[in-house]
């Protein structure tokens, strides 16, 4: 009886590096393009209007220091979603769970939430400009960090057969 190894029994790396960076990056990415488009006055909602305004009303925390600081703690933050999504979601191929995961984190902050963030409009009050570039925002998030930590697990699951 011959018994055939695998390349010494490989060991792959462990997944959590790979959601860590999705999740960091995916954070970083999206508050960036949600800063850019705070600036272009698309949306009244910006990084530091939900981390550091709701919390801080100083001078520096309405400038560009609190909307850098903001965009990282909003890069941590996103890492512990991101691994909420590989815990629940990472076994369910293509982008629709994404947009889900996404419109949920946007209910979640801006109709559950919203009495934490006293710097936020109310949902009712808000223009359809902020409503719209949010919506998309958080769809754009949860297809970003959806897609890949599924792809990820599917590659991963394909390479052990």
Known sequence: MRYVRRKEEEKQPPIYPRVISVGFFGGFIWSVIAAIAGY???????????????????????????QWISIFVISMLSIGIAFVFYLLF??????????????S???????????????????????????????????????FIGYSISFSYQQRLYENQ
């Open 90 to 103: 990472r076994k369910i191929k293509g982008i629709w769970i994404g947009i889900v995961f996404g419109l």
């Open 105 to 143: 984190l946007w209910a979640l902050i801006f109709w559950l939430l919203e009495p934490i963030f006293e710097n936020i409009s109310p949902l009712y009050q808000m223009d359809s400009d902020t409503i719209v570039t949010t919506i998309c925002l958080f769809i754009l998030y949860g297809v």
């Open 40 to 66: 272009f006055q698309f949306t009244e909602v910006t990084p530091k209007t939900i981390i550091l305004r709701s919390w801080l009303q100083t001078s520096w925390s309405d400038q560009w220091l609190g």
